[in-house]
């Protein structure tokens, strides 16, 4: 197997760790503009995710930072193409960190619920910014033989790329509700089950979409294998979420992601960004990858540290890893930045003197 080779695998085993790590995040913060008014369930859905949320954004930085460097020329038609839509999920995801820094800083309702509906509308832009991108690098861009995108600034507004945000949308909220009843207890892990239940044979309906449109145009028996695994995985989340087992609901619901996803990038290798003008022009790893020498300090430098993000990860799901109910948190109040603090502290000396 050759180096190219070996970094498109590892490209779509970050992403794929991206969506199964970040999709819950994005999932709860989604919920929390529909699934309770209750602010201590909502502290309660924020606390799930709080100890990981930033952790797991390390692999969407991962993954884009190893595309630029072991697939420039991806990276480069790719970004220029869509920066409409990866701008809206760069300032979606701020949206989302400054949401959950700051909205525990008040105690009023009206500054609660305006810091609820950042964190979830940017959710909801991140997930569909991510998955339109994601669907467009497996369906196609109308790019020319220099990479460069033909058409005006909406041009990769196509139904692939709703189909694909849509696809991204479903699962992350069908993937929250199956963490959040894992990880909590009370009304919260009840709805949350009940969501799976209820909903998620519609939720994922576009994400199966996506990935039957590619296997019908590019499918192999290896990969149609992966379909029929990620059918099974599905199902067998379903009803265990139904007979209350949460634990093996997340197992099948993740299964289910890294088994249709591997099937998607599976098929449309070697091609890692089509041309929808012409296949001649379709971007492959062996014309758009970086040289051997740059593949192969990456490979060094991957092999030290990607172990070293494993564990601490690792570490920190272990040490978070009890279930939380409304009653483990405390009441609401406000906090006083500290800068007015130390501001108030000294005006008060200066008096005093």
Known sequence: MDLPTIWFIAIAALWIGYLLLEGFDLGVGMLL???????????????????????????????????????????????????????????????????????????????????????????????FGIGAALALTTTGLPIDANGDRVGGAFAWFTPYAVLGGLAVIGFALVHASVFLGLKTDGDVRVRARSFVVRWSPVALLPI??????IQFQHGTPITWALVVVAVIAVVFGWISARAGREGWAFVGVAAFLVAGASSIFAAVYPVVLPSTID????????????????????????????????????????????????HHLPEAHDVKPAVASASSASASSSSAS
């Open 33 to 127: 503009l529909f699934s309770t008014h209750k602010d201590r369930e909502r502290r309660l859905m924020l606390n799930a995710i709080g100890p990981v949320w930033d952790g797991n954004e390390v692999w969407l930085i991962t993954a884009g930072a190893a595309t630029f460097a072991a697939f420039p020329f991806w990276y480069a038609s790719l970004f220029s193409a869509l920066y409409i839509p990866l701008t809206i999920v760069l300032v979606s995801l701020i949206f989302r960190a400054v949401a959950i820094e700051y909205r525990g800083k008040g105690s009023t309702d009206k500054w609660r619920m305006w810091w609820d509906r950042a964190l979830g509308l940017g959710s909801l832009g991140s997930a």
């Open 208 to 213: 199966v979409a996506w990935v039957l449109i």
């Open 279 to 326: 296949p001649a022009f379709d971007l492959t790893i062996a014309n758009a990858a970086s040289g051997e020498y740059t593949l192969g300090v990456m490979s060094i430098v991957t092999a030290i540290g990607l172990p070293l993000v494993f564990v601490y990860q690792g570490w920190t799901y272990w040490v978070f890893r009890n279930r939380l109910s409304v």
